[in-house]
């Protein structure tokens, strides 16, 4: 059964501060994670990539892997107001890399 | 600027009808996929496409077909639409070709593109 799994929220941090977003998976055998932010009404939009355990960083995101514990997070510095939308983890399975598997998202608020 | 075009925003039918929800993409893409998102069930695969003539079933493909006969077109059908088929569907598409890569290093290329969405209401 190939699960991911994510809090469906919704998570409330102040302006300003640092949301975390997790997501879990089942499938040790994973190779690649994507996190997509999706606002209300539109379509998911590719945010971050990660593929190595460790951080990854891009701007004000952070993506973090570890794949012992089959663990990926995602970290918004400096939460903005903007930020406010439903994050999907998206995960493959094993070295095909054609059909990803979505979480059901959190949805995250950021408070002005 | 690439995209994935679906052809209605907004679809409202009666049940009993036969849909068509189109979907096309400009970037070469192999792989192309069709979902349907509803609130506290996140996203679920109807079907997807490998190349042109090739499907696949995903989780959820009952009381649906695809057709792919053009690389950059995949069409959802829905044979005879009930109210339980009312959702946001969501048509994505993806580089092909990425099994057996020596690990996940050039998987970033296979992320989704996804379209805009259609809201299909079935009355």
């Known amino acids: 059964q190939k699960e991911v799994e994510q809090n469906s929220g919704p998570l409330s941090v102040p302006e300003g501060a640092i949301a975390s977003l997790n997501c879990t998976y089942s499938d040790r055998g994973s190779q690649s994670f994507f996190w997509y932010r999706q606002y209300s009404g539109k379509s998911p939009e590719l945010i971050m990539f990660i593929y190595s355990n460790g951080d990854k960083e891009d701007g004000r995101f952070t993506a973090q892997l570890n794949k012992a514990s089959q663990y990926v997070s995602l970290l918004i510095r400096d939460s903005q107001p903007s930020d406010s939308a439903t994050y999907l983890c998206?995960?493959?399975?094993?070295?095909?890399?054609?059909?990803?598997?979505f979480g059901s998202g959190t949805k995250l608020n950021v408070k002005p | 600027d690439v995209k994935v075009t679906q052809s209605s925003r907004y679809l409202v039918k009666r049940t009993g009808e036969k849909v068509f929800l189109e979907c096309v993409q400009d970037m070469d893409h192999e792989n192309m996929f069709w979902y349907r998102q509803d609130p506290g069930l996140g996203l679920r695969l109807i079907y997807f496409?490998?190349?042109?003539?090739?499907?696949e079933k995903g989780d959820i493909p009952e009381g649906y077909s695809v057709s792919r006969e053009k690389k950059e077109r995949f069409s959802l059908i829905l044979e005879s639409a009930s109210t339980n088929q009312t959702s946001m569907y969501l048509c994505a598409s993806s580089f092909g070709g990425g099994v057996g890569l020596s690990g996940g290093l050039d998987s970033h290329a296979y992320g989704y593109t996804f379209g805009s969405g259609t809201r299909l209401t079935v009355v």
């Open positions: 496409s490998y190349d042109v003539k090739m499907k």
């Open positions: 998206a995960v493959n399975w094993g070295y095909n890399f054609n059909k990803f598997y």
